[in-house]
């Protein structure tokens, strides 16, 4: 599976829209890129996936470049609640198993 | 629609003892994962499971720790003469199997051996 970049950090201010970057430049065709998030010491959330188009559900948006090395997970209207630590991660689906390798991720701080 | 449940959600132990963690998947979905999160690190894969199969180990210590999903019931986490070292979140997580197999995690089992 692709390797991803992320920062370690960011802050936003509450109300404001959250742009999370993330760089899988290694990404080959068939892997989708993933995003959950962590918060606090939860279980990980799902949060949205994208093969090569953009994606929106209720939760978020996914950008996908079009030469899908990088993306980038935008929280419309970021709250408190949503301070948490952001996983970008790429895989491809494999029957013989899909594991999730998370690396450090973004740790975003929401802010009054 | 229930998500995934896990239990006990913490769970104490002391050195030597069993601890046994269970993971019930979300319906509809056969396939089952088991990720370790030790303090203040990231989450590693353990175990993948499907009914009655485990199909990848590579993360799983090779001594004291197992897993199982059976035909019937939760899929079982077992670590046996637990050590201060397996403190830990435990956390499972299930998926139907199929493109893009997305997976959905439970609230985890926190683990703490004295």
């Known amino acids: 599976d692709a390797k991803t970049t992320q920062p370690p950090s960011m802050d936003c201010a509450e109300g404001r829209a959250a742009n999370l970057p993330c760089n899988h430049s290694t990404i080959s065709g068939n892997e989708y890129v993933y995003w959950y998030r962590q918060i606090h010491s939860q279980g990980p959330q799902y949060i949205i996936h994208?093969?090569?188009n953009n994606e929106t559900n209720e939760m978020a948006s996914l950008i996908i470049t079009e030469d899908r090395k990088s993306s980038t997970l935008i929280l419309p209207h970021a709250t408190l609640r949503d301070t948490a630590v952001y996983y970008c991660i790429v895989r491809v689906f494999n029957n013989a198993g899909n594991m999730l390798t998370f690396g450090g991720g973004t740790r975003l701080m929401v802010k009054p | 629609n229930a998500g995934v449940m896990q239990n006990p959600r913490h769970l104490v132990r002391r050195r030597g003892q069993e601890a046994r963690l269970r993971c019930s998947p979300m319906k509809g979905h056969s396939h089952v994962y088991w990720y370790r999160q030790l303090p203040e690190e990231g989450l590693k894969f353990m175990v993948y499971l499907q009914k009655e199969n485990i199909i990848d180990e590579s993360g799983m210590p090779k001594e004291r720790f197992s897993a199982e999903f059976p035909k019937e019931g939760p899929s079982i986490l077992r670590i046996q003469q637990v050590v201060r070292g397996d403190s830990a979140a435990y956390f499972c997580?299930?998926?139907?199997?199929?493109?893009?197999?997305?997976?959905?995690f439970g609230p985890g089992t926190r683990l703490t051996v004295l």
């Open positions: 997580a299930s998926s139907p199997g199929r493109a893009p197999d997305t997976q959905y």
């Open positions: 994208g093969l090569k």
